[in-house]
Nanobody
Framework: QVQLVESGGGLVQPGGSLRLSCAPSESIFNFNAMGWYRQAPGKQRELVARINVGGRTDYADSVKARFTISRDNAENTMYLQMNSLRPEDTAVYYC?????????WGQGTQVTVSS
C-alpha cells in the first residue's frame, strides 16, 4: 500500500506564504501523476494543481500565478509553494498520487488563512 506523508500546513495571514510537502513511500516516477487537492468545510474536494510523470503541470484557475507545484527527484518529494494566500484558500489539503485505476491519498494537512 502506497503511503503519502504530507507536511507544511498551518496558520498564515492573508498575503502570506506556505509550502506543502508530500513524500511517497515509493519513487515518484512510479506514478502517472501526483497532485494536490483541497476540501473546505461544506464543499467538495477540488483539484488545486498536479504534475505528471513528464513534468507537465496543471492548475485550478483560482490559484494560477500564486501557487507552484514542483518535485525534487533527489528528495523524492513533491511540493506546493503557495504565495499571496487568501482566506478562501483555507481548507484541508490532500496529496494525491495515481497509477492506472488507482488513486492514493495522504492524510491531509490543514491550511488556514486568517488575520
Amino acid at each position: 500500500q502506497v503511503q503519502l506523508v504530507e507536511s507544511g500546513g498551518g496558520l498564515v495571514q492573508p498575503g502570506g506564504s506556505l509550502r506543502l510537502s508530500c513524500a511517497p513511500s515509493e519513487s515518484i516516477f512510479n506514478f502517472n501523476a501526483m497532485g494536490w487537492y483541497r476540501q473546505a468545510p461544506g464543499k467538495q474536494r477540488e483539484l488545486v494543481a498536479r504534475i505528471n510523470v513528464g513534468g507537465r503541470t496543471d492548475y485550478a484557475d483560482s490559484v494560477k500565478a500564486r501557487f507552484t507545484i514542483s518535485r525534487d527527484n533527489a528528495e523524492n518529494t513533491m511540493y506546493l509553494q503557495m504565495n499571496s494566500l487568501r482566506p478562501e484558500d483555507t481548507a484541508v489539503y490532500y496529496c494525491n498520487a495515481n497509477i492506472p485505476s488507482r488513486n492514493f491519498w495522504g492524510q491531509g494537512t490543514q491550511v488556514t488563512v486568517s488575520s
